[in-house]
């Protein structure tokens, strides 16, 4: 009888060389791995740079129709400085109703602030909303000079007349006639 349990051939393999026998070796999971995370990495830029790409575009969109609505805009932009100009004026307007002066009683402030040595000779309207004072003071040219500017400044703080007004000013001396001891003068009245 023949021996069997002795191998018919030599044994040569070297088993430290041998690949694995495992069904899933460490080197297969090692590259899954990698490959796995080189994937998602790649699917993320992919992601990444069509958005990019999307926005880039919707912005270049979005700037086309801002520049084709460009005069629109700066026609608009014009009317609504118009619009701002005008409600100031009736703004203003209104505030003026508000509060009018009447005639007679910018009159009696007149003649209650009138110094003794002064003569109001004409009141009448001149440029679209001022008023023009004429008379003369009875006085030399520095002394009446003197008290018409105090006049002025007489008006600009009375309560009466003050709050009306921007501006009071001299707007004109002149000496009377000859032989006479007085100056002749015009104040304007500037509304606010």
Same mark, same amino acid.
């Given at each position: 009888?023949?021996?069997?349990?002795? &191998?018919?051939?030599?044994?040569?393999?070297?088993?430290?060389?041998?690949?694995?026998?495992?069904?899933?070796?460490?080197?297969?999971?090692?590259?899954?791995?990698?490959?796995?995370?080189?994937?998602?990495?790649? @699917?993320?830029? @992919?992601?990444?740079?069509?958005?990019?790409?999307?926005?880039?575009?919707?912005?270049?969109?979005?700037?086309?129709?801002?520049?084709?609505?460009?005069?629109?805009?700066?026609?608009?932009?014009?009317?609504?400085?118009?619009?701002?100009?005008?409600?100031?004026?009736?703004?203003?307007?209104?505030?003026?109703?508000?509060?009018?002066?009447?005639?007679?009683?910018?009159? #009696?402030?007149?003649?209650? #602030?009138?110094?003794?040595?002064?003569?109001?000779?004409?009141?009448?309207?001149?440029? &679209?909303? #001022?008023?023009?004072?004429?008379?003369?003071?009875?006085?030399?040219?520095?002394?009446?000079?003197? @008290?018409?500017?105090?006049?002025?400044?007489?008006?600009?703080?009375?309560?009466?007349?003050?709050?009306?007004?921007?501006?009071?000013?001299?707007?004109?001396?002149?000496?009377?006639?000859?032989?006479?001891?007085?100056?002749?003068?015009?104040? #304007?009245?500037?509304?606010?």
């Amino acid at each position: 009888m023949i021996n069997l349990s002795q &191998p018919w051939h030599l044994d040569c393999r070297i088993e430290a060389e041998l690949p694995e026998d495992r069904l899933v070796g460490t080197r297969f999971l090692a590259n899954t791995l990698f490959v796995s995370v080189a994937g998602i990495l790649l @699917l993320v830029f @992919l992601w990444l740079a069509y958005s990019d790409f999307s926005l880039r575009g919707y912005i270049r969109d979005w700037e086309i129709r801002m520049d084709s609505r460009q005069a629109e805009v700066n026609e608009i932009q014009q009317m609504q400085s118009e619009y701002f100009q005008e409600s100031a004026k009736i703004d203003e307007a209104y505030a003026l109703m508000q509060t009018p002066l009447s005639i007679s009683e910018f009159m #009696t402030a007149l003649g209650r #602030t009138r110094p003794e040595k002064v003569v109001i000779d004409i009141v009448k309207s001149g440029e &679209p909303g #001022t008023i023009i004072m004429l008379g003369s003071v009875l006085e030399s040219s520095g002394p009446a000079s003197r @008290l018409l500017g105090q006049y002025v400044k007489t008006l600009l703080g009375d309560a009466q007349i003050g709050p009306y007004f921007r501006e009071i000013l001299v707007t004109d001396m002149k000496e009377g006639m000859p032989g006479e001891n007085a100056l002749k003068f015009e104040v #304007t009245f500037r509304p606010r």
